[in-house]
C-alpha cells in the first residue's frame, strides 16, 4: 500500500489540475469575482440542481429517464412543469437570441388563433382527406385569398373533392371528421399551455362573437390539434416514430410549407412580429436577431392581394419592433433585428438577385438587417464552395457601397466527417463570416477551432434542435458543446426553431444544460447569458446600452432568488 503521504500528494495534484482545468473556463472570470449575493445564490442553485437531478432525473429504478435526456422524453418527464430550478432559469435575464429562424419561432397555436379571426383563409390538400390515413399523408397548405376568389364547396373529407382545390379554412374546420388526434401516449394536445397570452375566447372567436355549437366546438379543437401535428416535431400518436436524421428533416421541412400561408398574411405577419418579442421578452429575452428567408416574392396584402413585397415585409417588421418597444414603458430593453437569409439550393445567378435585394434592403432599412445567411439541411444541398465566387462579389460590392453586412453563416451542422457539409467550416471562417450557426462538427477541428476562438466567432449552438434532427442522442452527447465551451471558445445557445421543436424561448436549451452538467453552475449560465450580447451585430453603444440592462435585470434576479431559496443555506 502507497504511504500516506504519496496518497496526500497525488490528491493535491488532482486538486491542482482540477483547478488549472477550471481556469480555462467560459465561467471562471464570473466565478473567480462573485459578489457575497452572487456566491451565496450559485451555492444554493448547485444544491437544488443536484436535488432535482435525484428527484426527477434519477428517480431509482427507472432506466428510460436521466438528466439531459432527448426533449420530448424530457418534456414526458416533466420539463416545462415548474420546479425549482425550472423556475429560475425561466425567470433569469438571457440576454440576446442569435440564432432562431422567424417562421419557426412563435407558438403555432397563435398563428391557428388567427386564422380562426381570418374570414379569408383557405385550406387545400393534395390528397382526398377522405380517411384518417390520408390526413398524414397528405401535404396540407393554407392561403389567404383574395375576395371572391373561386374556393371550392365540396367537403375536403369526402370523395368528390378534387385534390388541390382550396376550401374554406372556418368549414374545413369545423366540420372536421376525425377524432380528436392526441399527442405521444394520449396527451392532450390542447392541455399543454400554449406560449402566448390568449386574446380572445378559448374557441378562437373574439368575446361577443356567436358561440358556435359543442359538436362544432369539438371538431374545431380535434382540428386544430390536427394542424398543430403538421407544424411540429412533437411525436404523435398517429405517426411513425422518427428514428433517423433523414426522417425528422423530411417531417422537419413539411412544418414550414404548413406555416407558410398562415404567416404570410399581413395582418398576422405583423401580430406574429409582436408575439415573437413579448414571448421573448417572457422567457427573459430581451433582444434576437432572427433569420427571416426571403425565397418567396410575396406574402399577401391585408385585403386579400398576393404581391407584399419584400421591402414590405421589413417595413411592417419595424412597425412591430417599434409597436413592441413603445408599449415597453418599464424602461426595459426589448429589440429585434434581421439576418437575411435564403436557402442553398439556389444556383449562382439567383444568389445574385437575392444578395442584391439584400444590399437594396439594407439601404432602405439600414439599422434593421444585420447580416446575410444560407439556410436549409446542410447534408444533402449544396456547400459554401459552390457560392463562392458570388459571396466573393458581395463583400466587394458592400465594400463599395459603404455597407456593413457581414455572414452569419451556418456550417458544420452534421456527422459527416470530411464531407461537404463539415467542410463548410473552412468556407465560412475564410468568408469571414461573425458567427457560425451550429458549428456540430467544428470541436473535431483542432485548427479551426483555434481559429475561431481567436477571432472571436461565436458558435450559435442549438443542443435542442440538433437532438431532434439526428444530430445527438442527447445533450450529453453533443459532439461540440461542452467541448467548446470548456475550451472558452464563443458559444452562444439558441433555440432555432422553437416553435416547431416546442422549446419555446431559451429556458428549456438552458435548462437542458445545467441539469445535465455537473460543471455546469448558476454563473456559467449568467456567463452565457450575458456574454451572447457581446455578439449581437449591433453598434457597442446599443450593446452598452443591453449590458446595462441585463446587469440590472441580473441583480434583481439575485435578490428574488435569495428571497425565494434563500433558506436552503440554513437547511
Ligand atoms: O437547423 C437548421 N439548419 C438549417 N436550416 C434550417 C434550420 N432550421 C430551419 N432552417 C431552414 O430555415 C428555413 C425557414 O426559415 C427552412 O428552409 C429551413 O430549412
Known amino acids: 500500500m502507497a ?55 434519477a428517480k431509482d429504478g427507472d432506466l428510460t429517464n436521466f438528466a439531459g435526456m432527448d426533449f420530448y422524453g ?52 393534395d390528397v382526398r382527406l377522405s380517411t384518417a390515413d390520408a390526413l398524414w399523408k397528405a401535404t396540407v397548405e393554407f392561403l389567404v385569398l383574395p375576395e371572391g376568389a373561386e374556393r371550392s364547396t365540396k ?51 373574439l368575446n361577443g362573437d356567436k358561440a358556435p355549437s359543442n359538436v362544432a366546438q369539438d ?65 427573459g429575452i430581451s433582444y434576437t436577431e432572427t433569420r427571416i428567408n426571403f425565397l418567396t416574392d410575396f406574402m399577401v396584402r391585408a385585403d386579400g392581394t398576393p404581391n407584399l413585397d419584400h421591402s414590405e415585409w421589413v417595413r411592417i417588421f419595424i412597425e412591430a419592433v417599434n409597436e413592441v418597444k413603445a408599449d415597453f414603458t418599464d424602461g426595459s430593453f426589448v429589440d429585434a433585428k434581421i439576418i437575411y437569409t435564403t436557402v442553398r ?58 455597407l456593413s453586412i457581414p455572414f452569419v453563416f451556418h456550417a458544420g451542422e452534421t456527422l459527416e466527417d470530411g464531407a461537404d457539409a463539415d467542410l463548410n467550416l473552412y468556407d465560412a471562417i475564410l468568408l469571414d463570416t461573425k458567427r457560425i450557426g451550429h458549428g456540430v ?26 437532438q431532434i434532427l439526428g444530430y445527438t442522442a442527447s445533450i450529453c452527447s453533443h459532439p461540440s458543446l461542452l467541448a467548446l465551451l470548456n475550451r472558452n471558445v464563443p458559444v452562444a445557445l439558441s433555440s432555432d426553431d422553437p416553435s416547431i421543436f416546442e422549446n419555446f424561448g431559451l429556458s428549456y436549451d438552458f435548462y437542458q444544460l445545467i441539469i445535465s452538467s455537473q460543471s455546469t453552475s448558476l454563473m456559467s449560465l449568467a456567463t452565457l447569458a450575458r456574454r451572447s450580447i457581446r455578439y449581437t451585430l449591433v453598434d457597442d453603444k ?17 435578490a428574488w432568488f435569495l428571497k425565494e431559496y434563500g433558506h436552503v443555506l440554513k437547511q
Open 3 to 57: 504511504s500516506q503521504s504519496a496518497t496526500d500528494a497525488h490528491t493535491q495534484a488532482v486538486a491542482a489540475l482540477k483547478a488549472q482545468e477550471a481556469a480555462l473556463r467560459y465561467d471562471h472570470a464570473a466565478l473567480s469575482n462573485m459578489s457575497s449575493d452572487e456566491e451565496r445564490a450559485n451555492t444554493i442553485f448547485t444544491r437544488l440542481r443536484d436535488a432535482e437531478v435525484t428527484s426527477q432525473w
Open 542 to 558: 446599443t450593446k452598452e446600452i443591453m449590458f446595462a440592462d441585463w446587469d440590472r435585470r441580473w441583480n434583481e434576479f439575485i
Open 74 to 125: 424530457a418534456r414526458k418527464n416533466g420539463l416545462g412543469s415548474p420546479s425549482e430550478v425550472w423556475n429560475a432559469v425561466r425567470r433569469m435575464p438571457k440576454g440576446a437570441l442569435l440564432h432562431c429562424h422567424f417562421d419557426g419561432t412563435v407558438d403555432t397555436k397563435f398563428l391557428l388563433e388567427h386564422a380562426k379571426k381570418t374570414k379569408k383563409m383557405a385550406m387545400k390538400a
Open 219 to 283: 371538431k374545431g379543437q380535434a382540428f386544430d390539434a390536427y394542424a398543430h401535428a403538421l407544424m411540429t416535431l412533437t411525436p404523435h400518436q398517429a405517426l411513425p416514430a422518427i428514428t433517423n436524421s433523414k426522417q425528422a428533416w423530411a417531417k422537419f421541412q413539411s412544418t414550414f410549407g404548413v406555416i407558410a400561408g398562415l404567416i404570410g398574411y399581413e395582418p398576422t405577419l405583423k401580430a406574429y412580429t409582436k408575439e415573437l418579442l413579448r414571448s421573448h421578452a417572457r422567457d
Open 441 to 466: 462538427s467544428l470541436a473535431r477541428h483542432p485548427l479551426l477551432t483555434d481559429m475561431v476562438k481567436e477571432k472571436d466567432i461565436c458558435i450559435e449552438i442549438c443542443p435542442i434542435s440538433n
Open 155 to 205: 367537403s375536403i373529407y369526402t370523395e368528390e373533392y378534387v385534390p388541390g382545390e382550396w376550401v374554406s379554412f372556418e368549414e374545413a374546420r369545423e366540420s372536421f371528421p376525425y377524432p380528436h388526434p392526441y399527442e405521444m401516449d394520449g396527451t392532450d394536445a390542447e392541455h399543454h399551455m400554449p406560449n402566448f397570452v390568449s386574446t380572445s375566447a378559448p374557441n378562437g372567436r
Open 345 to 402: 439550393f439556389i444556383d449562382n445567378e439567383k444568389l445574385r438577385w437575392y444578395l442584391e435585394d439584400c444590399i437594396m434592403l439594407k439601404k432602405l432599412y439600414p439599422e434593421w438587417i444585420v447580416g446575410f445567411d444560407l439556410v436549409g439541411h446542410e447534408d444533402p444541398l449544396l456547400p459554401l464552395k459552390v457560392y463562392i465566387p458570388e459571396l466573393l462579389r458581395f463583400q466587394q460590392r458592400c465594400k463599395e457601397e459603404g
